[in-house]
């Protein structure tokens, strides 16, 4: 991995945020990228109607560049030890007009990017992030992998990433990228599966499965990597399980529409996720044409 990206608004969580990822750098040995999407008030609706100056884009532009320019320093004076035995990461910023999406889009093909790093809220559901409106839309339409860090979530050795999976067949070049990502952190890599069927009364989910277990050691090399039968009731509440057990540091899903993610962005239950995890969620895209650098 080479280059994370950091899209941050100055709020508290977005800032927490960038100190996760600024510390996942040193780990990876990746440099970091911070950037702001802004509007140009001209260009927004009722603009108009509003008295009150116009800035245009230059001053803005230089305005957000000012104030990310402080955050890099703050971040970059944390980042390294005063014995200079750490790796270092370098970071820079990047500012323009648009929506968030738009800018991260953007700078992902333009800078060549890894992974994009940003900040949820604690209490708000995983469709209530720190960058506003956006950013639920960055989510549905990303090529690119997207960590999202709450804001009760501080960096720590990540021992441990459990992978929740449907089993679908589009969910293995995701978690061939996952292992490769856990092989820079050292980390074991646990293949979960959630259902409310038993797999011992039912015959095609147990070929199902087998069939992707199959997959995996023909396709993935990795020591470190088990599979996992979660059986509940309900989906949510095993995925509600997994995150309440010890020792996990990040899970990863893929976001198929109309299935898993899709109900976990949509249902009550991120809300009642949100509030009690400090677990980094690591989403990766469904797109048949997905970024990965």
């Known amino acids: 991995m080479k280059k994370i990206l950091i899209p941050t608004d100055f709020s508290v969580p977005a800032e927490n945020a960038a100190r996760y990822a600024v510390k996942l750098a040193k780990v990876l040995k990746a440099d970091v990228l911070i950037c702001n999407a802004f509007k140009v008030p001209a260009e927004t609706p009722m603009a108009a109607q509003v008295a009150w100056p116009l800035m245009d884009y230059t001053t803005l532009k230089e305005e957000v560049s000012g104030d990310l320019d402080v955050m890099v320093k703050k971040l970059a004076d944390s980042s390294c030890d005063a014995e200079g035995t750490d790796y270092c990461p370098q970071i820079d910023y990047e500012s323009d007009a648009g929506t968030v999406c738009e800018v991260v889009t953007s700078l992902v093909k333009s ?9 949820m809220s604690g209490a708000g559901g995983l469709t209530q992030f720190i960058l506003g409106s956006n950013s639920k839309e960055m989510i549905e339409k990303a090529e690119f992998p997207v960590l999202l860090i709450p804001y009760a ?20 070049e995701p978690l061939q990228l996952l292992v490769r990502l856990a092989g820079a952190l050292e980390a074991e890599v646990v293949v979960a599966h959630i259902t409310s069927k038993d797999a011992s009364e039912e015959e095609k989910l147990q070929q199902k499965i087998d069939a992707f277990i199959d997959e995996i050691s023909a396709q993935i090399n990795y020591p470190k990597i088990k599979y996992e039968y979660v059986w509940n009731i309900d989906v949510n509440n095993g995925l509600d399980w997994i995150t309440e057990q010890s020792g ?4 990863a899903m893929v976001h198929h529409h109309h299935s898993l993610l899709g109900k976990v962005f949509k249902g009550s239950h991120t809300q009642k996720l949100s ?10 895209p469904q797109n048949e044409h997905v970024i990965y650098l």
């Open 111 to 119: 800078r060549k990017i890894d992974l994009v790093v940003m900040g």
């Open 153 to 172: 979530a501080s960096f720590k050795k990540i021992n441990k990433i459990v992978f929740a999976t449907n089993l679908s067949k589009e969910d293995m």
């Open 248 to 251: 996990i540091d990040m899970v």
């Open 275 to 284: 509030r009690h995890t400090e677990i980094p969620l690591l989403v990766f």
